[in-house]
């Protein structure tokens, strides 16, 4: 059984900064395979924040975060990381770890996908809250 558990989120005021971390069990860091995070703030709709190919490690951001967030992983703690900098209100929302399934296979040298619909397993979220 596939589980990803999210930490690391919390309160911060504009131009933090604050690191998640979405630990996965039950599932391999294997080639063909991707990890994402994910957004949604009140009202809103999910929106693809960074993703990562395990394969080759190539990345994909969104364009309201670049330069500012990176994506990481870490095949054998099985974690990936989302260092976020730079904080600003509009980056509150409820962030969620995802990843494919075996439905979906990215190439290896293939940037990964950051629609939601290409990934089956979700963690429960954390909560990013930028105020000031």
């Known amino acids: 059984q596939v589980q990803l558990v999210e930490s690391g989120g919390g309160s911060v005021p504009p131009g933090g900064s604050l690191r998640l971390s979405c630990a996965a069990s039950g599932y391999l860091f294997s080639l063909g395979k991707s990890l994402a995070w994910f957004r949604q703030a009140p009202g809103e709709e999910r929106e693809g924040v960074a993703a990562?190919?395990?394969?080759?490690?190539?990345?994909e951001y969104a364009d309201s975060v670049k330069g500012r967030f990176t994506i990481t992983k870490d095949n054998d703690k099985n974690t990936v990381y989302l260092q976020m900098n730079s904080l600003k209100l509009e980056d509150t929302a409820m962030y969620y770890c995802?990843?494919?399934?075996?439905?979906?296979?990215?190439?290896?040298?293939?940037?990964?996908?950051?629609?939601?619909?290409?990934?089956?397993?979700w963690g429960q979220g954390t909560q990013v809250t930028v105020s000031s």
């Open positions: 995802a990843a494919t399934g075996a439905r979906v296979r990215v190439g290896l040298y293939t940037r990964p996908p950051l629609s939601s619909a290409d990934y089956d397993y």
């Open positions: 990562i190919n395990v394969g080759a490690g190539l990345v």
